[in-house]
């Protein structure tokens, strides 16, 4: 005890002081990068891409989905882990005691103004919250929260960033619990919006509902407040016939979290009606999942009275 309590003594030290070294990246806001990432989620605002339609709604130029924000000043690809240069020692100083796993739990962002073409961002980052030791469902451990703030060329505020993260004692690491100390973990629910209740409405009808632009017919999906391509608001909800396609996946080993069971194969499933949507896969052992194959919607009842939908290979039958 008296150990854990000198680290957490140890971490609050750094409680407003810089994680890391402050960040620039090292590519400005380039349109190629903004084309990738907008395919890979499938956004479809001409705006990111094409000068012509920025200039259509008064920018000088393409500019950047808010949500890449921290794409820019992200650490280059190392197979061998992150360089002692990126390093943030706050994290550093958990492994060293023990606290050697890490999962990301949340991420808060805040955006200033639009990033343009050719700008180039930077940040500073510094510890902004240490818990003390908790016992949560990956084992013990202290989330760890970093505040990230952005600015532009200029030194202009552009957005800001809380990242949180759980440092923890892998499971051998741990000491015994008693299971009748804890209580039966729950399967993970969903934040439900003013947007998208109404899917989720559709789901506990088991019925799988996308998005409709009632001015310009696009079908749309995740649920959103406006359509991508005439930025109308009006919609209704269609219901989707099930079937689909294997566009992605991968298959989760690590971390485990309560609730679920792994191997957890995740799928992007490319509905026939264009759209594209994640869920669990079903009867899908690892070594037979291929892109491509077709799919059809099935019903997973997870808890009494809380279904999610799933998707198993489709046979063609029916």
């Known amino acids: 005890m008296n150990e854990a309590s000198d680290l957490y003594t140890q971490a609050l030290a750094w409680l407003g002081k810089e994680a890391t070294r402050p960040?620039?990246?090292?590519?400005?806001?380039n349109v190629p990068m903004i084309r990738r990432w907008c395919e890979a989620i499938g956004e479809e605002n001409p705006i990111y891409v094409d000068a012509e339609a920025a200039a259509a709604q008064g920018f000088p130029a393409p500019v950047c989905p808010p949500a890449m924000l921290e794409v820019w000043t992200m650490a280059r690809f190392r197979h061998t882990g992150r360089a002692v240069e990126d390093s943030i020692?706050?994290?550093?100083?958990?492994?060293?005691?023990?606290?050697?796993g890490v999962v990301a739990t949340n991420i808060e962002q805040e955006y200033d103004r639009y990033l343009l073409e050719g700008d180039r961002v930077s940040y500073t980052a510094i510890v902004d919250e240490v818990s003390p030791e908790k016992r949560t469902g990956l084992g013990i451990g202290h989330f760890v929260t970093i505040r990230y703030e952005f600015a532009d060329q200029n030194g202009a505020p552009v957005g800001r960033m809380l990242f949180r993260v759980l440092k923890f004692k892998p499971k051998l690491a741990q000491p015994a619990t008693a299971p009748a100390a804890l209580d039966a973990p729950k399967h993970p629910r969903p934040a439900i919006t003013h947007d998208n209740a109404h899917y989720w409405e559709g789901i506990s009808r088991r019925e799988l509902l996308i998005q409709k632009c009632s001015s310009c017919g696009h079908l749309r999906h995740p649920p959103g407040p406006g359509c991508p391509k005439c930025r109308s608001l009006d919609w209704v909800a269609v219901k989707a016939s099930g079937r689909g396609t294997l566009y992605s996946f991968v298959t989760v080993?690590?971390?485990?979290?309560p609730g679920l069971q792994y191997p957890l194969p995740v799928l992007l499933v490319e509905l026939e009606e264009g759209v594209r949507?994640?869920?669990n896969g079903l009867d899908l052992p690892p070594e037979d999942i291929a892109i491509g194959m077709p799919l059809r919607l099935d019903w997973v009842e997870v808890e009494p009275g809380y279904v999610l939908p799933a998707f198993r290979p489709d046979a063609g039958e029916g």
């Open 253 to 257: 080993h690590q971390p485990r979290i």
């Open 89 to 100: 020692p706050v994290l550093t100083l958990f492994d060293e005691a023990g606290y050697t």
């Open 277 to 279: 949507l994640i869920a």
């Open 23 to 29: 960040v620039e990246a090292r590519d400005p806001v």
